[in-house]
């Protein structure tokens, strides 16, 4: 079946240092790629998708290439800032692939802290 | 307000007990779905449902019900519940039109069975 690896966390980082956030995905199909990302005390919020192979997906400074040969989709910003202390997931929708079942496939997630 | 909505926001509840957590949307979408989050596991599908007349078990549906009343409305039941469903509960949505691959989350229930 369809599975999604992240990095575990939490990750803490100094505010303005670059990040990545790695994610790896196995899928039968030709899945859509996800990153959503969690507030404390929110519901997930979509940050960024690509669609295809190639796509980069961004929003807000963070940034994600869909690596088919790699099957990566490593989630980048240059400069973090202390909002953007989250848990962030990755996650596929393989829905029109045939892999299965509808509904998104979740890495587990990664808490990021962000210091000042 | 939101597309999106959840209710209750927080439930205690007592083993064996049966409750009822509610979602509703107004983002006109077709496709409807309840996730759990525990901590470390990630977010995982209870139930889906494409339309009013399709319902679809997840990935762990078992101790679950749900209810499509409306294309706006999605319930989801616990029957017994037991202390290993406490967990957070998230409802999503999507669209059958292009990016309908896009889920939209509600900003979930937190449930403790004691």
């Known amino acids: 079946g369809d599975s999604v690896t992240q990095m575990e966390g939490p990750v803490t980082l100094s505010e303005e240092a670059f990040l990545t956030i790695n994610c790896t995905y196995t899928?039968?199909?030709?899945?859509?790629l996800f990153w959503y990302v969690q507030y404390p005390g929110e519901g997930l919020q979509l940050l960024l998708k690509?669609?295809?192979?190639?796509d980069k997906g961004s929003n807000k400074g963070f940034e994600a290439t869909y690596r088919k040969e790699t099957t990566s989709f490593h989630l980048e910003k240059g400069s973090v800032q202390v909002s953007d202390s989250a848990v962030y997931f990755c996650?596929?929708?393989?829905?029109f692939g045939g892999g299965g079942a509808d509904g998104l496939t979740f890495g587990k997630g990664t808490h990021l802290i962000i210091q000042p | 307000d939101a597309d999106v909505t959840q209710t209750p926001r927080n439930r205690i509840t007592k083993t064996g007990k049966r409750i009822m957590l509610e979602c509703s949307q107004t983002?006109?979408?077709?496709?409807m779905y309840w996730y759990r989050q525990d901590p470390g596991l990630g977010l995982r599908l209870i139930y889906y449902?494409?339309?009013?007349?399709?319902?679809n078990k997840g990935e762990i549906s078992d101790g679950y019900s749900v209810s499509r009343q409306a294309q706006a409305k999605f319930s989801l039941s616990l029957e017994s519940a037991i202390p290993n469903q406490t967990a957070l509960y998230f409802c999503?949505?999507?669209?059958?039109?292009?990016?309908?691959?896009?889920?939209?989350f509600g900003p979930g229930t937190r449930l403790l069975v004691l």
């Open positions: 999503a949505t999507s669209d059958l039109g292009p990016g309908r691959e896009t889920q939209y």
């Open positions: 899928a039968t199909g030709y899945p859509s």
């Open positions: 690509a669609t295809k192979a190639d």
């Open positions: 996650a596929l929708s393989d829905a």
């Open positions: 983002k006109g979408h077709d496709r």
């Open positions: 449902s494409f339309d009013v007349k399709d319902i």
